[in-house]
């Protein structure tokens, strides 16, 4: 239902900072009350768990297209929308007091 | 303090991490998004013209389309500014404005007309939206020595995009 994660790498900076925590909730209801500026968290072949912020959501398609904000972040501007299936879940606490 | 709780439940339950992933400067820009985001604004001028014209519909129907038609607009409005600043700020280098002097003030009169774009309903400045984005495209392409051809998008609006010939 919940897990906690360690945030790694700094594509959302200055907003989450590597070494950050958050708290995830992985309800599948979640998915429909997604919205813009949300932060959620997937798994995306071959990278793994990552962690972005939602730009764009697309209920009838079931896709999300997520960016960081750094300029440099890898998300759906290079790998595409993400479908419902890669979620994990929402982004429901962040703590921050990483470097 | 709740932080340094969980670093210290880190050390003895190793959470999972999650990658906040970023790219390693990696050389892959194309203003195709730009492109997109500009023929978008022009499709949603069009749905609120034809909305607003359309035989009266029931009010909350009305408002929530419209809403949805703006909400897109200016999304896509900042998209293409964002992606021409990425190109811009990342990709165009010294040697590409002394080759293209125009370029500075292209990708200001983009900003201008992405903002504007954002601001109005005014079709015109859609597409001078667009025609200014296919000339950054254009400039793009031939700094790398590829040739383009303008098309008509296959979809609504059906307006002209610079696309590389390759």
Known sequence: MFKILKVRGHSLQPDVRPGDFVVVACTPLLRRSLRPGDLVVFQRKPYGVMIKRVHRVDNDQGELFVLGTDEDSLDSRSFGALRYRDLIGKVIWHVRGGV | ??????????RVFHFDEASAHCDIP???YDPHLAQLAALTVIRMVDLMT????????ENLTYHNSMARYIAVKEEHAELCKREIRVIW???????HLEKYPELHGLVHKIMQLGSKARQSSDRETALELLAAVNQFAEIFWATKGIATKRVKAPY?????????AL
């Open chain 2, 26 to 28: 990696c050389g892959i």
């Open chain 2, 156 to 164: 609504k609006p059906g307006e002209e995009v610079v696309y590389p």
């Open chain 2, 1 to 10: 303090m709740f932080h340094s709780i969980l670093e210290k439940m880190d």
């Open chain 2, 50 to 57: 034809e909305l607003d014209q359309a035989p009266k519909v």
């Open chain 2, 89 to 95: 700020g990342d990709y165009i280098k010294a040697e």
